[in-house]
């Protein structure tokens, strides 16, 4: 027969966040939070994951930013999470960076919706299911170019830059300098764009379908 390999992404699960969320453990950090604009990183901490990269660009952009925090959540690789409270400290970005652990459940899906802009700076992802919930979520996107997600770009909802220091520093400035008007119909344009392609129920439509094509 045809060897023919056919990539089906994975779905996301259509949420909807009019929910009552038990966000009890979130609401003191938000509340601590609620004139600033949130920059979030929410994955498992690895160094495919390049934090070192998204530290150090926000390090370089706090000049020109104001009234923005960076939120990293997630837990994974010991000796990256020591140096990033090292780094922390050390340049002085207590109330520029918190680090938080892991959030799961409900906490999740509510500090992507809260957060103004999600942030995956990673060299190698197949899919990135964290960028789908983030749309998902209508938070707008910034993802390296490690990861496949131009759509990010033609379906302006986020931004696809660069793999370097410099592209998630372009990004993340960008993002922030937009109004929240503007990120607010980014957010609808994603989660539109997941709705369309990558709920699960579409997953398993195209699923269905290949196996009838090639039955």
Same mark, same amino acid.
């Given at each position: 027969?045809?060897? &023919?390999?056919?990539? &089906?992404?994975?779905?996301?699960?259509?949420?909807?966040?009019?929910?009552?969320?038990?966000?009890?453990?979130?609401?003191?950090?938000?509340?601590?939070?609620?004139?600033?604009?949130?920059?979030?990183?929410?994955?498992?901490?690895?160094?495919?994951?390049?934090?070192?990269?998204?530290?150090?660009?926000?390090?370089?952009?706090?000049?020109?930013?104001?009234?923005?925090?960076?939120?990293?959540?997630?837990?994974?690789?010991?000796?990256?999470?020591?140096?990033?409270?090292?780094?922390?400290?050390?340049?002085?970005?207590?109330?520029?960076?918190?680090?938080?652990?892991?959030?799961?459940?409900?906490?999740?899906?509510?500090?992507?919706?809260?957060?103004?802009?999600?942030?995956?700076?990673?060299?190698?992802?197949?899919?990135?299911?964290?960028?789908?919930?983030?749309?998902?979520?209508?938070?707008?996107?910034?993802?390296?170019?490690?990861?496949?997600?131009?759509?990010?770009?033609?379906?302006?909802?986020?931004?696809?830059?660069?793999?370097?220091?410099?592209?998630?520093?372009?990004? &993340?400035?960008?993002?922030?300098?937009?109004?929240?008007?503007?990120?607010?119909?980014?957010?609808?344009?994603?989660?539109?764009?997941?709705?369309?392609?990558?709920?699960?129920?579409?997953?398993?439509?195209?699923?269905?379908?290949?196996?009838?094509?090639?039955?």
């Amino acid at each position: 027969g045809n060897n &023919i390999i056919d990539i &089906i992404p994975n779905g996301c699960y259509e949420f909807d966040f009019s929910t009552n969320f038990d966000i009890s453990r979130l609401n003191y950090l938000l509340s601590e939070l609620k004139h600033q604009k949130i920059v979030l990183f929410l994955n498992r901490i690895s160094k495919e994951k390049r934090l070192d990269r998204l530290i150090l660009a926000w390090k370089n952009i706090q000049s020109s930013i104001e009234n923005s925090v960076l939120i990293i959540a997630g837990n994974g690789d010991k000796n990256i999470i020591e140096w990033l409270n090292i780094e922390i400290k050390k340049n002085n970005l207590k109330n520029k960076i918190l680090y938080i652990g892991p959030v799961y459940g409900d906490l999740k899906w509510h500090l992507m919706a809260y957060s103004d802009i999600f942030v995956l700076p990673s060299i190698s992802e197949n899919f990135g299911n964290v960028v789908t919930e983030s749309l998902m979520s209508k938070t707008p996107v910034i993802a390296t170019k490690g990861t496949p997600w131009s759509e990010l770009n033609s379906s302006n909802c986020g931004i696809w830059v660069d793999n370097t220091t410099f592209g998630i520093e372009h990004g &993340i400035k960008t993002m922030l300098n937009y109004t929240s008007q503007e990120r607010m119909v980014m957010g609808i344009n994603g989660r539109n764009l997941v709705l369309s392609k990558y709920t699960w129920i579409r997953a398993a439509k195209k699923i269905i379908f290949r196996v009838k094509l090639f039955k």
